[in-house]
Nanobody, 121 residues
């Protein structure tokens, strides 16, 4: 059983940056595809980004490509989401996810509890 704990959310002005962290425990970190999802008020949860087990394959939602960077440090059992040029529409609860398959699905095996990101205009 993998536990995922996010941190780094908060309030930031439009154009600013935040870095989210996801600390994993209870499993073999480098055996999981790691990813990030978000859910804005009144909307469905959506995929944001993912990084493969060996770090070689990265995927982004079109809405964040060029602004967000997903990374992982297998030695620290931690995944990251660097968010730059933030926009008010990025406001959401951000969730870390771990997937046992090579491709992050919309129903990953493990979820974190979420961290709130609020971008003011």
């Amino acid at each position: 059983q993998v536990q995922l704990v996010e941190s780094g959310g908060g309030l930031v002005q439009a154009g600013g940056s935040l870095r989210l962290s996801c600390a994993a425990s209870g499993g073999t970190f480098n055996s999981y595809t790691m990813g990030w999802f978000r859910q804005a008020p009144g909307k469905e949860r959506e995929f944001v980004a993912s990084k493969s087990r060996n770090g070689l394959v990265t995927r982004y939602a079109s809405s964040v490509k060029g602004r967000f960077t997903v990374s992982r440090d297998n030695a620290k059992n931690t995944a990251y989401l660097q968010m730059n040029s933030l926009k008010p529409e990025d406001t959401a609860v951000y969730y870390c996810a771990a997937e046992t398959t090579a491709i992050m699905s919309n129903q990953p095996d493990y979820w974190g509890q979420g961290t709130q990101v609020t971008v003011s205009s």
